[in-house]
T-cell receptor
Framework: RKEVEQDPGPFNVPEGATVAFNCTYSNSASQSFFWYRQDCRKEPKLLMSVYSSGNEDGRFTAQLNRASQYISLLIRDSKLSDSATYLCVVKHEGATNKLIFGTGTLLAVQP | NAGVTQTPKFQVLKTGQSMTLQCAQDMNHNSMYWYRQDPGMGLRLIYYSASEGTTDKGEVPNGYNVSRLNKREFSLRLESAAPSQTSVYFC??????????FGPGTRLTVT
């Protein structure tokens, strides 16, 4: 079983739709959580960190459920430019900044 | 600032050949990392350097060596390339405990 699991998709949604991705992690020692975005044939870039209280950045909302060990990302009012792969990332306590990446969820926003 | 730069962008090797992938960052980060990304596997850590003068193995170090030449530069060497090392290689850097910044990647094919 992979340590960080994501539905690979693809999620095909129309412009303006709301879409949600979930990610589960298996190591209860995981301390920090992130969503990265990766465009086709490009490098990953940090989209947002995920805090225990949940956090929002414009159209993007991230939630953490430690009890169930899952993280979610909600995108409202999808834009064509949101089309990308979204990577769920966790960091263990005391892991000297070593990150564990999920395989990613592909989002395709259709006009 | 250029951020994280990698050379070369593309490379084709024959089995048994050697090569060094170069990475440099101009953000004064202490930590640097090498990852490989394969379809369905996500990003996997090969080696990392928490600070200048130190290197440690990641999840998939076999077949690779690294050198932290100075604070800016972290190179990855393949001594005898194998087809299983065909992949996209990303270098990243960070201040400990913060987000990682990735270079544009090197697409390596071993025939």
């Amino acid at each position: 079983r992979k340590e960080v699991e994501q539905d690979p998709g693809p999620f095909n949604v129309p412009e303006g739709a709301t879409v949600a991705f979930n990610c589960t992690y298996s190591n209860s020692a995981s301390q920090s959580f992130f969503w990265y975005r990766q465009d086709c044939r490009k490098e990953p870039k940090l989209l947002m960190s995920v805090y225990s209280s949940g956090n929002e950045d414009g159209r993007f909302t991230a939630q953490l459920n430690r009890a169930s060990q899952y993280i979610s990302l909600l995108i409202r009012d999808s834009k064509l430019s949101d089309s990308a792969t979204y990577l769920c990332v966790v960091k263990h306590e005391g892991a000297t900044n070593k990150l564990i990446f999920g395989t990613g969820t592909l989002l395709a926003v259709q006009p | 600032n250029a951020g994280v730069t990698q050379t070369p962008k593309f490379q084709v090797l024959k089995t048994g050949q050697s090569m060094t992938l170069q990475c440099a960052q101009d953000m004064n980060h202490n930590s640097m990392y090498w990852y490989r990304q394969d379809p369905g596997m996500g990003l996997r850590l090969i080696y990392y350097s928490a600070s200048e003068g130190t290197t440690d193995k990641g999840e998939v170090p076999n077949g690779y060596n690294v050198s932290r030449l100075n604070k800016r530069e972290f190179s990855l060497r393949l001594e005898s390339a194998a087809p299983s090392q065909t992949s996209v290689y990303f270098c990243a850097s960070s201040v400990v405990g913060t987000e990682q910044y990735f270079g544009p990647g090197t697409r390596l094919t071993v025939t």
